[in-house]
């Protein structure tokens, strides 16, 4: 079965470094998310992805985030200088369409900033 | 107030018990419905969209109220692998790939 794949599985990065996040969507999906989830509390939409650019993004995507698909397989979230509320579950998700069809995640990156 | 709410839990079961959860949503623009189910630091999966006809797979039965905003789950006979963080969530966007929106999860554990 088609998954969506994330790299790394744990992060552990200083505070104020850059991190990359990296996630290998279903090859067929066409739309493309970014969620993070901080430890005991709900998921939270970050940012959506479609036709090579951001569709949406939430007041959570200030400008420390981005999103790239640089090679037309792998789709990357950049913290550019992390700060220790950054600290969060980070999961994407890929869909084939939009409206009631499943939205598949990767098992999420735990990123721990120290 | 919050968008997606759900019954706080946790609920505690015994096996072979039925239990129901709920959720309501407050935004009429949602346009679809779903419960995920999320194990302990692991990712959401998608137990069942909601329709409003109302709809069962197996042992789950969900429904949906559009003009009360209202979405339920039901679980008959649970078993101990039901055990999870049931996850109410909603769609709401435009045609380039909307969001989705989550309640804050009830936690179900069901005991031998």
């Known amino acids: 079965e088609p998954e969506v794949t994330q790299t790394p599985s744990h992060q552990v990065t200083q505070m104020g470094q850059e991190v990359i996040l990296r996630c290998v969507p279903i090859s067929n999906h066409l739309y493309f998310y970014w969620y993070r989830q901080i430890l005991g509390q709900k998921v939270e939409f970050l940012v959506s992805f479609y036709n090579n650019e951001i569709s949406e993004k939430s007041e959570i995507f200030d400008d420390q985030f981005s999103v790239e698909r640089p090679d037309g397989s792998n789709f990357t979230l950049k913290i550019r200088s992390t700060k220790l509320e950054d600290s969060a579950m980070y999961f994407c998700?890929?869909?084939?369409?939009?409206?009631?069809?499943?939205?598949?995640f990767g098992q999420g990156t735990r990123l721990t900033v120290v | 107030r919050k968008e997606v709410e759900q019954d706080p839990g946790p609920f505690n079961v015994p096996e072979g018990a039925t239990v129901a959860f709920n959720c309501t949503y407050s935004?009429?623009?949602?346009?679809?419905f779903f419960w995920y189910r999320q194990d302990c630091r692991k990712e959401p999966k998608l137990l069942m969209s909601?329709?409003?006809s109302g709809n069962e797979d197996g042992r789950f039965t969900a429904q949906l109220n559009i003009a009360s905003q209202y979405i339920s789950l039901l679980i008959r006979d649970s078993k101990l692998s039901d055990s999870a963080t049931y996850l109410c969530?909603?769609?709401?966007?435009?045609?380039?790939?909307?969001?989705?929106?989550f309640g804050q999860g009830t936690e179900l554990s069901v005991k031998p």
């Open positions: 969530v909603v769609l709401r966007g435009g045609n380039q790939g909307g969001k989705l929106i």
């Open positions: 935004n009429s623009a949602s346009q679809s």
């Open positions: 909601v329709y409003s």
């Open positions: 998700a890929s869909n084939p369409e939009i409206f009631n069809t499943e939205a598949f």
